[in-house]
């Protein structure tokens, strides 16, 4: 039997268009975010990550003009996060036919909406977006607000709480990482995956299929997501929306045989 973990591309959205941003910062424009749902899907992607990291989210909510068009372009799962302010804009973002919400500072802001959207759509819908960054004297500390809040300098607590609190998996991003294309942090994504009872999905350093590989063999993670390995392409980083193919996702050992 075929064993296929899930492979996520994470794409950020601001203002209406699709950017990726390194450790957090400095967004570089790549186009329409239409065009790249259109190619993955006849890539065939497991799913997808959407994440609108606009300055002004949280004051005019979802975009859901956008989420609209993306939804109605897509074949494959898809999972929001950004904006997200009360129960409406939850209920608006499954109408409109995202499978899943993303949830980072409501999370640390406001445990009860949290709650109330894990009751009403159940945990499956709910993933739990947690951004780690190692400090000084290396440790981890988690992040909110696009890594300008501290939430606490416990990331296995912080992931054992959201678990309680009854999100379905964990998001597990790493913001020294994030862009850089540098690999995986797989200390800390096995330390999470090996303490939590929900999927954890590794985000943050991928560059190639050896890397997705890595995290799931040796990173424990049940699942792999990545954004620059798949908007760019070659040593210079061209604008490229790419994925690789199953032969190439099985002879690297992501998927595999049992």
């Not at 996520?8 to 990726?20: A, F, M, R, Y």
Request: hydrophobic share 40%; net charge negative.
């Amino acid at each position: 039997m075929l064993i296929r973990p899930r492979v996520i591309p994470s794409l950020l959205i601001q203002d209406g268009g699709l950017v990726k941003t390194k450790q957090f910062k400095n967004p570089e424009y790549l186009g329409d975010p239409i065009n790249a749902v259109k190619i993955f899907n006849e890539k065939g992607v497991d799913e997808l990550c959407i994440m609108d990291i606009s300055k002004d989210r949280y004051s005019r909510g979802p975009d859901f003009g956008l989420l609209e068009e993306i939804a109605s372009e897509a074949f494959m799962p898809l999972a929001y996060g950004g904006g997200i302010r009360n129960l409406d804009d939850a209920k608006k973002i499954f109408r409109i036919g995202f499978e899943k919400v993303i949830l980072n500072r409501v999370l640390a802001e406001n445990e009860m909406l949290a709650s109330d959207i894990i009751r009403l759509f159940g945990s499956q819908s709910v993933i739990a977006s947690i951004d780690i960054k190692k400090s000084f004297f290396g440790g981890y500390t988690v992040y909110t607000n696009s890594a300008r809040t501290i939430v606490c300098k416990d990331p296995l607590g912080w992931a054992k709480k959201v678990e309680r609190l009854g999100a379905g998996e964990i998001l597990l991003s790493n913001i020294d990482h994030e862009g850089m294309q540098n690999g995986f942090e797989l200390g800390i994504v096995r330390q999470i995956a090996d303490n939590a009872e929900i999927p954890v999905i590794a985000c943050g350093g991928a560059r190639n299929v050896n890397d997705l590989f890595l995290a799931l063999r040796d990173g424990h993670s049940d699942a792999v997501s990545a954004g620059s390995m798949f908007v760019y392409y070659g040593d210079k980083k061209g604008i490229l929306i790419n994925f690789p193919t199953e032969e190439e996702l099985i002879e690297k050992g992501v998927y595999n045989y049992e």
